[in-house]
């Protein structure tokens, strides 16, 4: 045989295995879900840390005797596919999910910008989709219908952390309109949002910003922005840029021997700025959707330190939050359809909007727009290279450490 | 932007923290462009996975910092597995592009590019990984002056790195191969020199160059799909500098690094890779007034 006719052979292989498993997602006791997640370009850790969520609820229900509709039984699957990080190609499988996989409900994808893409889409389609990873308030001002997320907007990220500083400005000093505060975001809707929370607190508390730069999403050296934060000394600094911005950042201000007291990041946790850099991080503080030591409970995984004990023992690493609240957008959906009783999107898009339910993420509660209103977010700050949560005040395990550095 | 320039009014001092910094990722720079430069120059081929070599290479010492093996001493394990790959890749890909319209290697490098990403996500992971050195900074200026020390042993290593390849092109037999078969091919072969073979070699020298380089910066950050901004600017310091201009090469790398460190303090970050390209075109746009010019003269 050539060459040739072994790869013909091959490719006519795999189509019809990917028929094969097309058909098992037709399969009648089967509710399938689509969800583009990014397994590969800028986003593909959280592409897998999103995945690894969905596909543990996923498992947890149907290891649970999955989802009763009218007396009968049926598993849940998700139908994946690679949205490569690039908003155009979300948008392509959003239709292809819809209209050629016929998928009648969808999962999001991670980052507020491949929300952003996708949704119109869902809308017009009238599917709903319950998105875990996609914070940025812009989602919810345009009136979509189909859109529901468990997770807390992200222009609340850091609002503790400007708050902790406020209050603790004696320390340092200064009374609080004395404080000065500077700002690395990194240019996209998410961290965009972040900066526009960040300077609403500010205003609110009348505290200055010295320093308001915009990171490219290409950038790895940071070293521009801190010479400046050197020269101008501010109070508080807030990096917020993904991992890479969350690595850079802390990296570089121990290289650069940067001194501010309030330093605080989105992102840490999924970064590993604690395991990986210890010496670096520490005192920094981590903006966080949730952390296992909070008292959270529900049905489906128990509190959230079982979430987490569980989730080591399947995938290897410790959950970050993005895993946590991607496991709890699956909990949202297996609880509409119980309470729905059908698998008419319609219905389940109005019993998601009527979901009022504790999970080991937190209280799910979602409002007209279609945001988690009922879960704040936490604030941990790192010592001796764990994550301890320092706000707000009811989950504090200790009080936070804010001084000068060197 | 104006505040931005009081400051480097009022602190003097850090116009040369920036300069400094600029300086010494320029050097990172220089080299990806060095290989580029080699590449373009001998095979007329443009090579578009530069960055995914140096992120390679960046990978193979974040591993190895892990494994305990100092950053410095991977640069030649790096170097070393590159230029390994060079040679793989040269004879699977490379061979048949020689000779070819340029647009064929753009468009297979491009491949060879994509591949590699995919499987360095696959193999090592999405996440942005990171290189600590730790050996400290020196401290100038009442600390307003920082300079990292493993920067300017990355500085000094591309020196080195240079001064050798200019060396090696220069005074070696099989440097002068490369530069005869640069100059005329045809001439070279009937010499009895190998034409193949050193398209191969130049090819995995370039190869072993980046992952040196992608060693070397593995104290700023690696990712899989990291690699485009090394091309990039790879490329336009090429443009730049000139081909077959090894001395140019290094002006050029160490500018642009100047350059945007300034350009990204005064216009703030989100403007640094756009002053990029519009200092690209102003330059072009200068050249091509001057050549008209002299060709008016000869006229």
Known sequence: MRPGKGLLAGIAGIVLASFAAGSALCADNVIPIGAAVSLTGKYALNGANTKNGYDLAVRQINDKGGITIGGKPYRLEVLYYDDESTPARGTELAERLIEQDGVK?????????????????????????????????????????????????????????????????????????????????????????????????????????????????????????????????????????????????????????????????????????????????????????????????????????????????????DAPYQAAQSAAAVYVFADAFKRAQSLDPEKVRDAIAATDLPTFFGPIKFDASGKNIAKPMVLTQIVHGEYVVVAPEKWAAKEPVIQHRR | MIGNLLILHEAPALALQLAIDGILIGAVFALAAYGMALVWGVTNIINVAQGEFVMLGGFIAVIGAEHGIPVLLAVPLAAACLYALGWVLYYAVIVHLVGRDMFNSVLATFGIAIVLQQLMAHVFGGADRIAVAGLGSWFFLDGLVVVDK???????????????????????????????????????????????????????????????????????????????????????????????????VIWAALGLGVAESFAGFVLGPQYQIAFVFALLVAILVFRNWRLRRQRRYLA
Not at chain 1, 267 to 279: F, G, I, T, V, W
């Open chain 2, 150 to 248: 493993m920067k300017v042993l990355v500085f000094a290593a591309c020196i080195a790195l240079g001064v050798g390849l200019a060396l090696f092109l220069f005074r070696s037999r099989r440097g002068q191969a490369i530069r005869a078969v640069a100059q005329r091919p045809e001439a070279a072969s009937v010499l009895g020199i190998d034409t193949r073979k050193v398209y191969g070699l130049t090819f995995a020298l370039n190869a072993a160059i980046c992952g040196a380089a992608g060693a070397l910066a593995a104290t700023y950050t690696v990712h899989p799909y990291g690699g485009l901004s090394y091309t990039i600017r790879a490329f336009m310091i090429v443009v730049v500098a000139g081909l077959g201009n090894l001395a140019g």
């Open chain 1, 105 to 317: 409900f969808i999962l999001g994808p991670y980052s507020s910008g491949l929300t952003k893409a996708m949704l119109p889409i869902v809308e017009r389609h009238k599917v709903p989709m319950v998105e875990a990873n996609g914070a940025a308030r812009e989602l919810f001002t345009k009136g979509y219908r189909y859109i529901f997320a468990v997770l807390t907007t992200s222009d609340q990220y850091l609002t503790p952390a400007v708050d902790l500083a406020a209050q603790n400005a004696g320390k340092l000093g200064k009374k609080t309109e004395e404080l000065k505060l500077a700002m690395a975001m990194e240019n996209d809707p998410f961290a965009q949002d972040v900066r526009a929370g960040v300077l609403a607190d500010a205003q609110r508390l009348g505290i200055n910003c010295v320093i308001d730069d915009q990171l490219p999403p290409e950038l790895n050296d940071m070293s521009v922005t801190l010479t400046k934060v050197k020269a101008l000394k501010p109070d508080i600094l807030v990096v917020s840029g993904h991992e890479k911005g969350a690595l850079t950042a802390v990296k570089q201000i121990e290289a650069l021997r940067v001194d501010v007291p309030v330093i605080a990041m989105t992102h840490c946790d999924s970064a590993q700025l604690a395991e990986k850099m210890p010496r670096a991080s520490e005192n920094v503080f981590c903006a966080q959707q949730w952390h296992r030591s909070l008292k959270y409970k529900g049905d489906l995984f128990g509190s959230a330190e079982d979430f987490a004990t569980l989730f080591k023992k399947v995938y290897g690493y």
